[in-house]
């Protein structure tokens, strides 16, 4: 039986995702290493120590945000159009992938911010948004369950999913950023192509 939630759990939960959602704006406007916990607090309309009553430090906000933004991701990486989409089908998706990455541009700042610029005992997010998003993208592909299979003792397949996960980012990201750009749209259509054909390398024999 679901525990009913009290208004005080509802006041706590707001202000936690207030504090959050500010915590992406600071992080973008500012640069995560220069951001502060006051400029967090601040823009979300609360005090320090209410920061603290939510988050332990900046580290954590960073970590409950990659986790957000990535699931979110994971979300339009499980609607890709498999097993076997034609390419008109796959440029739509890809689009669609675009204007989610165009409305979460703050997770594309903070993701270029802290990918490469982190200490070794951080979290390596680059790798776990790669991982998550290639995961959905095995539960509709042939292909891409080959790619993430632990017990494939080929890593070309897995090689070739982590450079396409890239290449899908990088050109719906840009396609979408400058709809007038001729040459943008058109990456979109080669890495649809690169997704074809690598979803027909790996078809049932």
């Known amino acids: 039986m679901a525990v009913k939630k009290t208004l005080r759990d509802v006041q706590k939960e707001d202000t936690h995702n207030r504090l959050l959602d500010a915590a992406g704006r600071i992080f973008d406007r500012e640069g ?7 400029q967090i607090a601040a823009e979300a309309g609360a005090s320090r120590p209410t920061f603290y009553a939510h988050f332990r430090d900046k580290d954590q906000v960073l970590e409950e945000l990659m986790a957000v933004y ?4 994971r979300e339009f990486m499980a609607k890709f ?3 076997t989409p034609t390419k008109e089908e796959v440029v739509a998706w890809l689009l669609d992938v675009g204007n989610f990455l165009r409305q979460e541009s703050a997770f594309l ?3 270029s911010q802290i990918v490469g610029h982190r200490s070794k005992s951080s979290p390596n997010y680059g790798r776990n948004v790669g991982y998550a998003w290639l995961s959905a993208l095995a539960e509709r592909s042939r292909a891409f369950a080959i790619a993430m299979d632990d017990n494939c003792q080929d890593p070309y ?8 996960v ?7 990201a840009s396609a979408v950023t ?13 890495v649809a192509d690169a997704l074809c054909g690598f979803m027909r390398d790996y078809l049932p024999a």
């Open 32 to 38: 995560y290493e220069a951001a502060t916990v006051d």
């Open 70 to 73: 990535t699931a979110r991701g």
């Open 81 to 83: 159009p498999g097993p």
């Open 109 to 111: 700042s903070l993701l």
């Open 157 to 164: 397949p897995r090689a070739r999913a982590e450079l396409l």
């Open 166 to 172: 890239i290449e899908i980012v990088w050109a719906c």
């Open 178 to 190: 400058n709809p007038d750009d001729k040459v943008g749209l058109v990456r979109v259509e080669v």
